[in-house]
């Protein structure tokens, strides 16, 4: 799928006439508490430290990305547009960026993430969100979002999937947590996959390109969900 992304991030550039743009693109992790700031549950990724938020700032646009990979970085769009794409970190770095030139073309609004009760709120509104269009469907998770998982897990039949070793083989407010192993087995089983934006950073996404709806969720993926078009659920990003 990065051959495609890389496609239309190229002719984004070159359709906003930046190929020849000589602003330099900074990259760097995010603290905890710049990138959610002071929720009141202290079970977040970000918080534990499982994960930080790559920031990447364009001619005062803003763009971040999950990643467990993350450094600082300083390079010109050119750089960025012609990356070697072998790593998270890399991979975090021209996500965040991308996300970064879509907000200063005006092509998406929701770059940055949400911040203190926000995702607890979120929680809510997804389950509204997936009673709206799905009605009651029996869904596969991939990526332990707490408060997403605390909400789903009393309204509808829930399977969850997450790579995070502290979480697998333990139940998070009713629902089990399992190993990537289990999730080509869960996505046969649901109606729906709600899935986390950051596998097009750790390079796992092409395996929910299926028949069944896929709605993909979080700031990272913001970009890509507009230029290919997927389902992407993100209401209190900004």
């Known amino acids: ?35 959610i ?5 202290k079970d977040y990724p970000l918080v534990v430290g499982v994960e930080r938020l790559m920031q990447a700032e364009f001619r005062g646009s ?9 450094g600082d970085f300083s390079g010109k769009l050119s750089d960025i547009v012609g990356m070697d794409l072998k790593n998270n970190f890399r991979r975090a770095i021209f996500i965040s960026s991308l996300n970064a030139v879509m907000r ?22 997804l389950v509204r969100y997936i009673e709206k269009n799905y009605g009651h469907p029996k869904i596969a998770m991939v990526g332990f979002q707490p408060r997403m998982v605390e909400a789903l897990a009393q309204r509808f039949e829930l399977r969850v999937t997450d790579m995070d070793k502290d979480n697998i083989g333990k139940e998070k407010f009713g629902a089990k947590i399992y190993d990537p192993s289990h999730t080509k087995k869960n996505l046969n089983w649901c109606d729906i996959a709600l899935v986390t934006g950051t596998t097009v950073v750790n390079d796992t996404i092409d395996q929910f390109r299926i028949s069944k709806p896929v709605i ?3 700031v990272t993926i913001s970009g890509v969900a507009k230029l290919l078009g997927l389902n992407h659920f993100c209401p209190f990003g900004s």
């Open 104 to 125: 200063h073309l005006g092509l998406i609004s929701e770059t940055k993430h949400c911040k203190n009760n926000q995702p607890r709120e979120c929680g809510h509104e």
């Open 62 to 70: 803003v763009g971040q990305a999950f990643t467990d990979m993350y």
């Open 1 to 35: 799928m990065y051959d495609i992304i890389k496609k239309e991030f190229v002719k984004l550039v070159n359709e906003g006439g930046l190929q020849g743009e000589k602003v330099i693109i900074r990259a760097t992790p995010l603290s905890p508490a710049q990138a």
């Open 216 to 218: 993909f969720y979080g």
């Open 37 to 41: 700031g002071n929720p009141e549950d």
